[in-house]
């Protein structure tokens, strides 16, 4: 079903394929992930869609815009949803070769759904929301890494800056500088310095081996 119009604040994140350009110089690789991301994220929302607070959004290229209907005045239910689906989504493109990275806002978000001129159809989306997650996406700093999440802490309604503080609602969420980053590839959050630590040493096991491959090339 097409997006109803959107105008108000929400939670919203956008979410970009790790690595997509690589995958583009295989024309095949690069469908079946396109395929894969687009299917999935349309079945996770549409199991939720006759829920009052839900997940809407669309996905175009490598990325997707999530947005939560309803979220003022249940702030913490629906950040919940949102982030449930974004792990489900996480976990799913991981059983298929692929991460993610995802920024999380609130704010505005003003959403138009399809309108056209001659020989052109467009879809309008504009916002603080949208734009402060896609500019964190593209080049937030840290960067970041393949499978992070994480939240702009800024705007946040009190409410939820409380319980992500206290985590006393989500208990995989670290607070680190400006962000709250949200652990979904842990089951409990006594895994997550754990996880952090091999996550780490695998990501920095890239660089010794491009060490290792110029030393070898002397």
């Known amino acids: 079903m097409p997006i109803q119009n959107f105008d108000g604040n ?3 994140a956008f979410i970009d394929i790790s690595g997509f350009k690589s995958l583009m110089l295989n024309r095949v690789k690069a469908i079946t ?3 894969q991301f687009y299917q999935t994220g349309f079945d996770l929302i549409i199991e ?3 829920n009052s607070v839900k997940v809407e959004g669309f996905f175009i290229s490598d990325c997707a815009v ?3 209907r ?6 913490n239910i629906a950040l919940e949803k949102l982030l449930n689906i974004i792990e489900k989504l996480n976990r799913k493109m991981l059983e298929c070769d692929l991460m993610l990275t995802t920024s999380v806002c609130y704010g505005y978000l003003n959403y138009e759904g399809k309108f056209e001129i001659s020989g052109t159809e467009k879809n309008q989306i504009f ?4 734009v402060e997650a896609f500019l964190d996406n593209e080049v937030g700093k840290p960067k970041l890494k393949p499978g992070e999440c994480r939240i702009i802490s800024n705007n946040l309604p009190e409410s939820v800056s409380q ?4 985590n006393i609602i989500f208990d995989r969420i670290r607070k680190k500088s400006k962000y709250f980053y949200f652990y979904w590839m842990v089951n409990t959050a006594t895994d997550i310095d ?4 091999r996550y780490n040493d695998g990501y920095n096991l890239q660089y010794r081996g491009m060490l290792e491959a110029l030393k070898n090339r002397q």
């Open 10 to 12: 929400t939670f919203v």
């Open 33 to 35: 992930a396109l395929r």
């Open 48 to 50: 939720q869609e006759n």
């Open 66 to 68: 999530l947005f939560v």
């Open 70 to 75: 309803n979220a003022v005045n249940n702030y």
């Open 127 to 130: 916002g603080d929301a949208y």
């Open 163 to 166: 319980s992500l503080s206290s």
């Open 194 to 197: 754990d996880f952090t630590q």
